[in-house]
């Protein structure tokens, strides 16, 4: 009870403090620069120039305390050993020669590799069929739900699909084993296997983020003038071809924004593998090894930076990319 | 569309079949879940969940009660019981040897090379007479083919919900949730207005920079912030998870309703201005109203990303019982008690049955969102 308290009493104060912010700056600019008397265009133009900080300044505060600060701050921590004495580029150079840190950065470029691509696949597959039947909503409400479930709901539901029950223990009641059992084959222990635990692992991402794939797909096929498909028809072009030939190719920039949405979304993701796995049997990935360098055991903060901005680094190319469309937009 | 009649609908039906099968591996994992938290402990752990909704056969062997222990009624002898230990059943066949486990139907009377007569009922009560006082203390062994009805419990969910912790895990999920939803959209409504319709010099350097801040890992904050908390001396709590969201969720909330509010039209605002309108009153009287869709496609995001996160609340909360969400408490129980899927199951349910509800009331909005931020132009 007192917990609930608590929540309801700041979020009142966090709302109205705000709104408050807002509301007393603006008052306060307009009296200290009244658009009336002696000055008043001197005044409104001043005043012009103020607002806008105004509006923005709390968001800029917020992304600088919590985003921008922390990149500079987690570069310099990576030059610091674990008691906090600069030690330069030492720890780039022992994870150069980390047998677990390389395990996770192969992982790591497999699923940048083939989370992404499966998931735009099938994600354009769902989208081209649905929008040619009748329920094709339902369809795809369905297939998107898993968005809405979380990394760690998904991991319990997959682990489900993916148990294994021992010899002489009865009946699998894991599905993919009973299927496997069904079609003459042997049950096994999937999240042990060795590199294909990954992909099992990689299912999961890529059964989450296919309905996000579709619905921006989807939204883009219907985008497309008719006209080209019909003069494509006329020429006799089989559906096949006018999917393959004549949509895809007048889709490809929003293929590339999905792609590029799931990469990051797959450089951060930390949650499944460490629900799943772990990060043993050779799963391990770039966050969750960030994770047992910062949290677990004797932590060692500047190994854990070094790690984070591996990953960084790693996005930088899609962060240069997304500027540089968004500022050919704004011109 | 012009499509050759015959070939229209044979493709039409492929394509409903293989949108059928796409439907179906996509449900199919949540599904076996939610059907699994509903079954009781022993069911799962023998047989899989498709089998839930038909009744189960199965074949029990029981020792049947010792004959020292038979009663005397009148002339003869009884030893009875049931063959179920637990629940019920429905015996369709039983036998008293190994080699014809299914030779006599229910209510029939078998009769033992050694003289006495066994009889096992429909509803699994066993009786087995002797002509003379029986001794021994093993019992007959009695096979019994029984059929169970499907059985569905609320009791997983009773167990996650009190003993198990879920509850107050669910308490503390919505303290994160709420607060870390509301405080950006404030701040990032503002912001975006600036940004889209004020001048100001550097906007455009300001917009760059937000659109980049979009992929910035936010594992990059957590040591920098954990220890600026502990310095301000708000440490692991809930007001700083509520600023991290805040912090990690304005960039995409600052770049979406930008890109909504710079859409709308321009005449309206301008000619606002003309009557005399400050930007605050603007902002209020026409700017948040008409962004109704955006501000609720960024609410849903945010609700279903915090409410699904687990890593910032594991670095930016505590560990006890006052502060541990249903994320973090599932992945303790994943380690706790690995094996026993029906709380894991149930507990998995709890947390998923909110944001499915958001996800399926709210979904246009969702989808509105997700468009406005990804197909620009289009």
């Known amino acids: 009870m007192d917990q609930l308290l608590f929540a309801v009493s700041t979020i009142i104060v966090g709302v109205f403090g705000c709104v408050a912010y807002f509301y007393f700056s603006n008052i306060l600019l307009d009296r200290i620069y009244p658009a009336s008397g002696p000055n008043a265009g001197a005044n409104i133009n001043k005043a012009n120039a103020i607002r806008p900080w105004l509006f923005v300044l709390p968001a800029l505060l917020v992304l600088g305390l919590y985003l921008v600060y922390p990149v500079f701050s987690t570069f310099l921590l990576s030059m610091r050993d674990s008691r906090g004495d600069f030690v330069g580029a030492d720890n780039y150079i022992w994870l150069a020669g980390d047998d677990k840190f390389r395990e996770s950065l192969g992982n790591n470029l497999l699923w940048l590799v083939i989370v992404p691509a499966a998931s735009t696949f099938f994600g354009l597959v769902a989208a081209g069929l649905t929008d040619r039947i009748k329920w094709g909503s339902v369809a795809q409400s369905l297939i998107f739900m898993p968005m809405a479930i979380s990394f760690v709901g998904a991991s319990v539901i997959w682990k489900f699909i993916y148990d294994y029950r021992g010899e002489n223990q009865g009946e699998q009641i894991g599905l993919l084993n009973a299927i496997v059992e069904a079609m003459g084959g042997t049950a096994q222990t999937w999240i042990t296997v060795p590199f294909w635990n990954n992909i099992f692992l990689m299912i999961i991402l890529i059964w989450i983020q296919t309905g996000f794939a579709m619905v921006i797909l989807s939204a883009a096929l219907k985008g497309i003038s008719e006209e080209t498909i019909e003069a494509a028809y006329l020429d006799g072009a089989t559906p096949l071809q006018i999917f393959f030939k004549i949509k895809i190719p007048q889709i490809w920039g929003t293929i590339a924004v999905v792609w590029t949405t799931i990469t990051v979304t797959v450089l951060k993701v930390f949650d499944i593998v460490f629900a799943m796995t772990n990060g043993q049997w050779g799963t391990q990935v770039l966050a969750n090894l960030m994770y047992d360098w910062m949290f677990r055991g004797s932590p060692d903060f500047g190994r854990g930076s070094a790690i984070v901005m591996v990953i960084m680094l790693l996005v930088t190319p899609v962060m240069i990319w997304n500027i540089s469309n968004a500022h050919k937009e704004n011109r | ?378």
């Open chain 2, 1 to 378: 569309m012009m499509e050759m009649a015959g070939t229209k609908s044979r493709l039409t039906w492929a394509v409903n079949l293989a949108v059928g099968f796409l439907v179906l591996l996509w449900i199919i994992p949540t599904f076996g879940l939610l059907i699994s938290s509903f079954r009781d402990r022993d069911a799962i752990s023998t047989s899989g969940w498709w089998t839930a909704m038909s009744a189960s056969e199965q074949n029990v062997i029981v020792r049947a009660d010792a004959p020292d222990n038979a009663v005397q009624d009148g002339t003869v002898w009884v030893v009875s019981g049931n063959v179920f230990d637990s629940g019920a059943g429905d015996v369709t066949a039983f036998g008293i040897t190994s080699r014809e486990p299914e030779a006599f139907g229910p209510g029939e009377v078998a009769t033992h090379a050694q003289g006495y007569q066994i009889t096992v009922e429909a509803n699994g009560d066993y009786k087995i007479t002797y002509t003379e006082e029986p001794s021994g203390s093993r019992g007959q062994r009695l096979f019994v083919r029984a059929e169970s009805p499907p059985s569905f419990t609320l009791d997983n969910y009773r167990e996650v919900l009190f003993a198990e912790g879920m509850g107050k895990a669910l308490l503390n999920t919505l303290t994160v949730t709420i607060p870390a939803t509301i405080i950006p959209i404030l701040v990032a409504a503002f912001a975006a207005y600036a940004l889209a319709w004020m001048e100001m010099p550097g906007r455009a350097l300001l917009i760059a920079g937000i659109v980049g801040l979009l992929v910035v890992p936010l594992q990059v904050a957590f040591i920098p912030l954990l220890k600026l908390h502990n310095n301000i001396g708000i440490g692991k709590g809930y007001i700083g998870i509520w600023l991290a969201h805040t912090g990690f969720g304005l960039p995409l909330a600052v770049f979406l309703l930008r890109n909504y509010m710079a859409g709308l039209p321009g005449e309206i605002i301008e000619s606002a201005r003309v009557d005399g309108a400050s930007d605050f009153a603007i902002f209020r009287k026409i700017i948040l109203p008409l962004s109704f869709p955006a501000l609720a496609s960024f609410a849903i995001f945010q609700f279903l990303w915090v409410w699904n996160d687990l890593l910032v609340a594991k670095v930016f909360l505590g560990t006890g019982e006052d502060q541990v969400v249903m994320t973090g408490r599932i992945v303790d129980l994943l380690g706790s008690r690995g094996g026993d899927w029906e709380i894991l199951a149930a507990s998995a349910f709890v947390s998923i049955a909110v944001p499915i509800a958001v996800f399926f009331s709210l979904q246009r909005y969702l989808v509105r969102g997700l468009l406005a931020g990804s197909v620009k132009g289009g």
